[in-house]
């Protein structure tokens, strides 16, 4: 004899604050899935595994001019520069992040050799730094920046 079992589901606005514990709960609009903890509802699994605590990426796309994400890559001396894309100033910047992409040695790479790649922020735009002792050629650096109003 075959068992169905139902899972509670209906529209993310319809999610119940409480649920009690154990109880699945899936919203059909968002694809996701949440459980009851007793006292509340708790996020287990959205429909893609691209999420910051509990939320979709996409869902911060979907408010107008409420994120923007932007990446680049900076070939330089030793210093590059993002600035904040129209509409938004230093404040707004959330996260950042910028690594290496491309170092060209030169010479003989030894224990009195360094390289590093750091940022930091001033008034008007974020500063990067990517450098190696032995260099013969510009250093290359990729950055991604996230910003909120």
Same mark, same amino acid.
């Given at each position: 004899?075959?068992?169905?079992?139902?899972?509670?589901?209906?529209?993310?606005?319809?999610?119940?604050?409480?649920?009690?514990?154990?109880?699945?709960?899936?919203?059909?609009?968002?694809?996701?899935?949440? &459980?009851?903890?007793?006292?509340?509802?708790?996020?287990?699994?959205?429909?893609?595994?691209?999420?910051?605590?509990?939320?979709?990426?996409?869902?911060?796309?979907?408010?107008?001019?409420?994120?923007?994400?932007?990446?680049?890559?900076? $070939?330089?001396?030793?210093?590059?520069?993002?600035?904040?894309?129209?509409?938004?100033?230093?404040?707004?910047?959330?996260?950042?992040?910028?690594?290496?992409? $491309?170092?060209?040695?030169?010479?003989?790479?030894?224990?009195?050799?360094?390289?590093?790649?750091?940022?930091?922020?001033?008034?008007?735009?974020?500063? &990067?730094?990517?450098?190696?002792?032995?260099?013969?050629?510009?250093?290359?650096?990729?950055?991604?920046?996230?910003?909120?109003?």
């Amino acid at each position: 004899m075959a068992t169905n079992i139902r899972i509670r589901r209906g529209n993310k606005a319809n999610l119940p604050r409480s649920a009690p514990s154990g109880m699945p709960l899936w919203c059909e609009d968002t694809k996701e899935l949440y &459980i009851g903890t007793g006292s509340g509802v708790q996020i287990i699994h959205t429909y893609d595994a691209d999420t910051v605590d509990g939320y979709h990426a996409s869902s911060f796309l979907q408010k107008a001019n409420q994120f923007v994400i932007k990446s680049g890559t900076h $070939t330089a001396k030793s210093t590059s520069y993002v600035y904040p894309p129209d509409g938004y100033e230093m404040k707004n910047l959330v996260a950042f992040i910028s690594s290496i992409r $491309t170092i060209h040695y030169d010479g003989d790479v030894d224990d009195n050799d360094s390289m590093y790649c750091t940022w930091s922020k001033e008034d008007s735009r974020v500063v &990067i730094k990517c450098y190696n002792s032995e260099q013969r050629s510009n250093s290359s650096c990729n950055w991604l920046a996230v910003w909120k109003k």
